[in-house]
């Protein structure tokens, strides 16, 4: 009878644990075997990332129109340098555009998305003229339509490589506004560094936002050495099933 009652409490007991360390099937699990990225590793992924500022990214399922849409809002923000040809607006189906050069543009949306348009007009899902090219020129619709007035500084603190060119990440965002800060005309580019590096101020200016997690792929290029295949800031994790969709 005490043999008995002693197999229940042990098969009780392992299933208890079971649950609570997730080994049963049906529990996904958060990623195994996480890192801490070197001093020079966190620069790479921090300065790639930073041009996505606060916004989630799919690279698979975004459109042409997505993609271009997003240039322009980085190119507001001032997150990357891309300048337009001159100031003067053209007026297009009750909307304003700067002219770019095509070449330049070209180089940005292969260098962040891996790709470059065939097309002269690029729409949205909705019907909103992205963009259009003319002879000289490849014209994107005009950032001040709106934008952000925060910064972001993604500081990846964990990552595991996926395959020979993708890992994945999870960061901590910091946000920092010119608007809000004692100090407006402080300059941004701490927010591409680590955390470690930033000065008392910097660290004061900057605040904890948000948490997300990364999908990341190495791209070849000096500046921005990884391509961003997803980004949420949904505050989760990814298990390591689902991590495995991304090899």
């Given at each position: ?8 409490v ?8 079971c ?51 997003l ?29 770019y050069?095509?070449?330049h543009?070209?180089d ?17 899902k ?18 001040e ?8 500084s993604?500081?990846?603190?964990q990552y ?6 993708r890992?994945?990440?999870?960061f ?8 809000f800060?004692?100090?407006p ?11 470690s590096?930033w ?11 948000k ?8 791209s ?14 949904d505050?989760s ?5 689902e991590i495995?969709?991304?090899?």
């Open positions: 009878m005490l043999s008995k009652q002693w197999n229940k042990s098969i009780s007991f392992a299933l208890v644990l649950i609570t360390l997730g080994l049963n099937a049906d529990v996904s699990y958060a990623a195994s075997q996480l890192r801490k990225p070197t001093i020079s590793q966190q620069t790479q992924f921090i300065k790639s990332i930073y041009p996505y500022s606060y916004r989630d990214w799919n690279l698979k399922k975004s459109s042409q129109a997505d993609r271009y849409m240039l322009a809002d980085m190119q507001f923000e001032s997150l990357i340098p891309l300048k337009p040809i001159h100031l003067n607006y053209a007026s297009k189906e009750n909307f304003s555009y700067l002219p050069s095509s070449k543009v070209d940005w949306t292969q260098r962040l998305f891996n790709f470059k348009t065939k097309m002269n007009h690029l729409r949205s909705d019907g909103l003229l992205i963009s259009y090219k003319s002879p000289k020129y490849r014209y994107l619709i005009s950032p339509r709106g934008g952000g007035i925060y910064k972001m993604h500081q990846v603190s595991k490589k996926i395959s020979t060119k890992v994945y990440v999870q901590q965002s910091y946000s920092y506004s010119a608007i800060s004692k100090h005309n402080m300059n941004t580019d701490f927010l591409k560094k680590p955390r590096t000065t008392t101020i910097q660290k004061s200016e900057a605040q904890l936002d948490k997300g997690y990364a999908i990341l792929e190495s070849g290029d000096k500046d921005y050495p990884w391509r961003v295949i997803l980004l949420s800031f505050q994790s990814l298990s390591d099933k495995s969709k991304y090899k």
